[in-house]
């Protein structure tokens, strides 16, 4: 079973790439926190296809519908915003989903709707004799499927399933937010062998106020792509400019760093924030790795240089990426995830059929990013809050004092 986080805060997702809709079930979501619908779209926005120029040509509106798990007295303002409507054996049916609304409890369901699809482009791929597009889950969802495998778009394997972790993200970033005022933020810090000289890591720190933090994520919301770095931007959208003409693509590095992270979270050893943490960013679609802190850095320092200085306010710098032995330490989490080139190409490669016939292999059709780096920070963003309220909870569930634990006052 595919849960994001886990076991206190829970995101499960369905649907595939030209389905008819993707649909987000969130589990374990505390009673009493307000959700409204437009503080939930601009993070969907920040993910969709068709978001931005560099990204892949099609073009989701990608608008979420709350279904359950949310309840005000208001019935009119719960019901303010989307209608939905199916037709199904002739007859039509309506109804609204939740606007604005209070957490209850109760499982939250979502959906956002596949409407920009073009299946046609697929059938290079389909059946036995479909082709094998290098770098994709084609060959082995083929055989692990028995065949059974819906091939359009990329299916469950596509970017498009990540819309739930998205909209579960982003309910977690709210709960986050209101009850420790935490922030995540994300930095195109490479692509290609293009590098950053500037790193969010270096722009934030445990101190920084909220609005310095959300001034920061305006300057990202503005630029070629989202980097602190606005000149290594500028040429960063060139290069993936002249990249895509060139039929070819690129990989990228994604720094993603919280602010206002509370202490004492998490687990020591194999349940550690920081497995847990690299498990969901690396685990992210095309990411081939992910490092915490400093990273590979620390590899040629000596630990009087990479050990963090320690004052009674706190920790003077953060090498160790807020995390030691897989505890927050109450600085900025901080992790980079390096992301492979894009599979789908429009150069010719040496491929198979799926039963395995050699083929040179040349696309047909089809619409793809060149860097799939430029619209992953969002999504690591939520991964990271989904890990977080889950050690949040894990941690209150083991907290509580026995007198907070009653129903009446005797």
């Known amino acids: 079973m595919e849960i994001l986080g886990g076991p206190h805060y829970a995101v499960a997702g369905a649907g595939e790439s030209h389905g008819p809709a993707v649909t987000t079930i969130i589990h374990g979501c505390p009673p009493g926190y307000r959700i409204r619908r437009s503080e939930v779209q601009p993070f969907l926005d920040r993910r969709r296809p068709g978001g931005n120029k560099h990204g892949t040509p099609r073009n989701e509106k990608d608008k979420v519908v709350f279904l359950s798990g949310l309840f005000r007295d208001d019935i009119d303002q719960l019901l303010s915003g989307s209608t939905l409507s199916v037709e199904v054996d002739g007859a039509s049916y309506q109804t609204e989903g939740y606007e604005d609304g209070f957490t209850t409890g109760e499982p939250i369901a979502a959906m956002v709707l596949s409407t920009s699809k073009k299946s046609g482009d697929y059938t290079q791929f389909t059946g036995p004799g479909g082709e094998v597009r290098p770098g994709h889950t084609d060959l082995v969802k083929f055989h692990q499927s028995k065949g059974?495998?819906?091939?359009?778009?990329?299916?469950?394997?596509?970017?498009?399933?990540?819309?739930?972790?998205?909209?579960?993200?982003?309910?977690?970033r709210i709960l986050l937010r209101e009850m420790f005022g935490t922030r995540l933020v994300s930095s195109i810090t490479q692509v290609g062998a293009l590098k950053a000289n500037k790193r969010l890591c270096d722009?934030?720190?445990?101190?920084?106020?909220?609005?310095?933090?959300?001034?920061?994520?305006?300057?990202?919301?503005?630029a070629e792509i989202p980097s602190v770095d606005t000149d290594f931007a500028s040429e960063a959208g060139e290069l993936i400019k002249e990249t895509r003409k060139r039929g070819d693509s690129l990989g990228a590095a994604v720094e993603v760093v919280a602010v206002g992270v509370p202490p004492l979270l998490g687990q020591p050893l194999y349940q550690s924030l920081k497995v847990r943490l690299m498990g969901a960013l690396g685990g992210l679609n095309a990411a081939q790795s992910c490092e915490i802190g400093s990273g590979m850095d620390v590899i040629e320092r000596v630990g009087s240089e990479n050990n963090d200085p320690i004052r009674h306010d706190g920790y003077q710098s953060n090498t160790h990426g807020g995390l030691l032995g897989g505890i927050t330490t109450g600085s900025p989490l901080?992790?980079?995830v390096g992301f492979k080139p894009t599979s789908t190409i429009n150069l010719?490669?040496?491929?198979?059929?799926?039963?395995?016939?050699?083929?040179?292999?040349e696309l047909?059709?089809?619409?793809?990013?060149?860097?799939?780096?430029?619209?992953?920070?969002?999504?690591?963003?939520?991964?990271?809050?989904?890990e977080l309220l889950n050690a949040v909870l894990a941690y209150q569930a083991t907290a509580h004092a026995g007198d907070a634990i009653r129903l009446f006052d005797r």
């Open 148 to 172: 059974f495998v819906d091939v359009r778009g990329g299916g469950r394997s596509s970017y498009r399933s990540t819309i739930s972790d998205v909209v579960g993200g982003s309910v977690a």
């Open 203 to 222: 722009v934030l720190q445990a101190s920084s106020a909220a609005d310095q933090v959300d001034a920061v994520q305006r300057q990202l919301d503005e």
């Open 334 to 336: 901080v992790a980079r």
């Open 348 to 361: 010719p490669q040496k491929s198979v059929t799926k039963d395995l016939s050699d083929i040179d292999f």
């Open 364 to 386: 047909a059709k089809g619409r793809h990013d060149p860097c799939v780096g430029v619209r992953a920070g969002v999504t690591l963003e939520s991964r990271m809050a989904i």
